[in-house]
């Protein structure tokens, strides 16, 4: 029976005294040495691993350490180890966020060297949440492989994908019965109104994308009043930013119109009529789209996608409906798309009642302002990245417009967007998904059916990995399958000329799907990080690089050079959000190494403090011994 004697930092301990156990501290050993940046130690199984009994300088090392390593977790999520307000833009302390780790200043000979050690192989990393002897980093590939993560994946994703299909139904059922008005210039006018309208309302809609993320912090934390905060100051303040945008377009339609319109344009006669009555739609659109990310921020993405196949199945009906049989025409598709809207809305608000995301005490009272500064502070940020967007949609609906006044670029234009949208559903779903699981994971906290800690910056890491490797695979799949679709899609158009315009376009749009699948998931995690600035500057960036394309690739190539134009457009975002994942991210190997070190750097300290102490604590008993002795 041999004893394995270590020695470290002046202090020694007998950890293993049967021959047996060698072969598993050696493999404690390797990943001491070659885990990169991830020093780990032995979870509180180890029992013979004891600081020594009675030193209060060791106690006091344990809570220091711990303190340390909470307040730098936070560095994560631009939290505070603080009690009050954090800094992050998520406004909470991320309390619940802990280190399961013990690790004391001396490692000295324990006096119960028989206890047991059947725990002895038991890992826990300095960050993580995954109490496996494997780190996180290592156990789970980045490539799909249907293990565990990419089941629950699949099990979120896939509604979110089914709800992310049905929306653009709107717009898709709409054109579809226009188109067969067999009027130009009636689907021209309706996709120039629809842009004003959708511009208009984005600009305002920065709250959906902040809501998402702070719920989903909030109920991984298991917390049903932060949860009602989140969701009812959203709605009390897209209440007031609805109201002034439903104004907005109600009082200055001409205005609004002119951003994509010339004045005296043929269009208008059907554009004017169909924004004035989707500008009634604010509200209830802004409502139904909080709803939708309260829902997903609780994990439930089946909710909202029975509501919104509810709503567009009656939008379904009911179009035609207006459009013909009442001899509405074009405002006939927009008072359809309206009362769908105001039945989302109701329904959403109702089911949110029920399941306590909201509650009264917080809906009818005007929240004070250091509660609502999260949202206000992410919701800037975005506010910049959505105005970028909506620059960039206006300058190609206005190039787009001016290429030709028969309205045959701007019908062959929207069914180009048709096309990418088959595509852009799935990736845009991915995208959802990414910006409220990954601040989910980055949380570490207990699992309540096998008791196990689950989450930290490593899981978050390695989901952030899965899914962008879904996006590439999904991506070229997607555009694959749309290039072999283009002549069926293009038959939605009775009128040849349109369909010979809109073919180009559509087969870029299709090959652009390759890396869209990176972009719009890299975005998503972007926002769940909470990174709303860097983001905002990337599409600033991009937005920068495409006004420019448009004012010499249409020239040149007429509708397909607008479509270049958006390529541009999408590679400069793949640029930035390369940068978020691997060079300054919160979740960037760097950024993770960078803060383990710093961790570690601060917990060798703190032993080292505690273990002065404890010698100043030995010289003071050994003094009063010995004057107990003399006395």
């Given at each position: ?571 400069l975002r793949l640029a930035g959000v390369a940068i978020h994942q691997l060079v ?16 570690q750097a601060e917990l060798v300290t703190v032993e080292e403090a505690a273990r002065?102490?404890?010698d100043e604590g030995d010289d003071e008993n050994g003094e009063q011994t010995k ?5």
């Amino acid at each position: 029976m041999a004893r394995l004697k270590v020695s470290w930092k002046g202090t020694s301990t007998h950890i293993f005294k049967e021959s047996s156990m060698l072969p598993t501290f050696l493999l404690v050993a390797f990943l001491l040495t070659f885990e990169n940046g991830g020093v780990h130690c032995f979870a509180n199984g180890l029992h013979n691993l004891r600081p020594s009994t009675g030193s209060k300088a060791n106690a006091n090392a344990n809570y220091l350490s711990t303190t340390r390593r909470n307040t730098n977790i936070n560095e994560w999520t631009g939290g505070s180890a603080q009690n009050g307000p954090s800094a992050s833009p998520f406004g909470r302390r991320q309390s619940t966020v802990q280190v399961q780790r013990r690790m004391t200043s001396n490692y000295v000979s324990s006096s119960s060297e028989d206890e047991n050690v059947d725990n002895q192989k038991e890992i826990l990393s300095l960050r993580g949440g995954d109490s496996t002897v494997v780190p996180t980093k290592e156990l789970v590939k980045a490539w799909p492989c249907g293990d565990a993560l990419d089941k629950k994946l699949i099990k979120i994703a896939l509604p979110c994908i089914a709800n992310f299909a049905i929306n653009p139904l709107v717009g898709a059922v709409d054109l579809f019965w226009i188109n067969r008005m067999g009027n130009t210039l009636a689907v021209a006018g309706q996709a120039a109104a629809n842009q004003i309208f959708s511009s208009a309302f984005w600009l305002t809609s920065f709250l959906p994308s902040v809501t998402a993320t702070l719920v989903a912090r909030e109920y991984a934390m298991g917390s049903e009043d932060g949860v009602q905060e989140a969701v009812c100051q959203a709605l009390i303040l897209g209440t007031i930013v609805a109201i002034l945008g439903s104004f907005l377009i109600l009082s200055r339609p001409e205005q609004m119109l002119s951003g994509v319109l010339k004045s005296g344009a043929p269009a208008r006669e059907f554009a004017r009529p169909y924004l004035l009555i989707r500008g009634f739609g604010f509200l209830p659109s802004l409502y139904s789209l909080i709803g939708f990310s309260a829902f997903r921020g609780t994990m439930d993405t089946i909710t909202p996608l029975k509501i919104s196949l509810f709503a567009n199945i009656l939008n379904a009906v009911v179009d035609p409906l207006l459009i013909f049989n009442a001899k509405m025409g074009v405002s006939g598709a927009a008072l359809a798309t309206l009362i769908s809207e105001l039945c989302s809305a109701a329904l959403f608000t109702t089911l949110m009642w029920k399941k306590k995301l909201i509650s009264a005490s917080k809906l009818f009272r005007l929240p004070k302002l250091e509660k609502l500064m999260p949202l206000l502070k992410g919701g800037a940020a975005l506010q910049l990245r959505n105005f970028a967007l909506n620059l960039t949609f206006l300058a190609v609906t206005r190039v787009t417009q001016s290429i030709d006044e028969t309205g045959v670029a701007a019908a062959a234009h929207a069914m180009a967007i048709q096309t990418f949208q088959i595509g852009g559903i799935v990736l845009l779903a991915l995208s959802t998904v990414a910006s409220f699981i990954v601040p989910s994971d980055m949380i570490e906290k207990i699992d309540e059916k096998t008791g196990e800690k689950i989450g930290g910056p490593r899981t978050a890491r390695a989901t952030v990995n899965r899914l962008m490797a879904w996006g590439l695979i999904l991506g070229t799949v997607l555009g694959s399958l749309q290039i072999v679709i283009i002549p069926k899609l293009l038959q939605a158009s009775p009128l040849e000329e349109v369909r010979t315009a809109a073919k180009v376009p559509a087969i870029l749009a299709s090959v652009y799907q390759c890396f869209n699948g990176l972009v719009f998931i890299g975005e998503g995690v972007m926002v769940g990080t909470g990174s709303f600035m860097q983001l905002s500057i990337s599409t600033l960036i991009a937005t920068a690089g495409t006004l420019v394309a448009l004012k010499e690739l249409p020239t040149k190539f007429g509708l397909t050079g607008v479509w270049m134009s958006f390529g541009v457009f999408n590679v400069l975002r793949l640029a930035g959000v390369a940068i978020h994942q691997l060079v300054n991210g919160p979740l960037s190997e760097r950024t993770i190494a960078r803060i383990e070190a710093k961790a570690q750097a601060e917990l060798v300290t703190v032993e080292e403090a505690a273990r002065v102490e404890a010698d100043e604590g030995d010289d003071e008993n050994g003094e009063q011994t010995k004057k107990n002795q003399y006395f």
